[in-house]
């Protein structure tokens, strides 16, 4: 069992900069493969990073490359999101989640291959 609690939302204006924690407990980190989603107001649920477990390969929608940047601190069991340049758009619940993985340099992008997922955490950009 993992516990994710994420942090580090809040109001922003557009063109900030914006960092996003999630720290995890209870089970190995390293072991996981992390991953970083977002839900508006009234849409679904998007694919926002992921990162393998080794922290080597990251992957991220055409749409966000560029501006975000996954990482993650096995030593602290934390995964990050760096949000730059953020838009209105950027505007949801941004929700962490870990994959126990296979493979070290593995990646997923795909809601239904997460494992555990934290409670989220509001990223409110104004224009």
């Known amino acids: 069992q993992v516990q994710l609690v994420e942090s580090g939302g809040g109001l922003v204006q557009a063109g900030d900069s914006l960092r996003l924690s999630c720290a995890a407990s209870?089970?190995?980190?390293?072991?996981?493969?992390m991953g970083w989603f977002r839900q508006a107001a009234g849409k679904e649920r998007e694919f926002v990073a992921s990162?393998?477990?080794?922290?080597?390969?990251?992957y991220y929608p055409d749409s966000l490359k560029g501006r975000f940047t996954i990482s993650r601190d096995d030593n602290k069991n934390t995964v990050y999101l760096q949000m730059n340049t953020v838009k209105p758009e950027d505007t949801a619940v941004y929700y962490c989640?870990?994959?126990?993985?296979?493979?070290?340099?593995?990646?997923?992008?795909?809601?239904?291959?997460?494992?555990?997922w934290g409670q989220g955490t509001q990223v409110t950009v104004s224009s």
């Open positions: 989640a870990a994959d126990l993985a296979a493979t070290p340099h593995g990646i997923s992008r795909l809601e239904g291959s997460y494992d555990y």
């Open positions: 209870g089970h190995t980190f390293s072991l996981y493969i």
């Open positions: 990162i393998s477990k080794s922290g080597v390969s990251t």
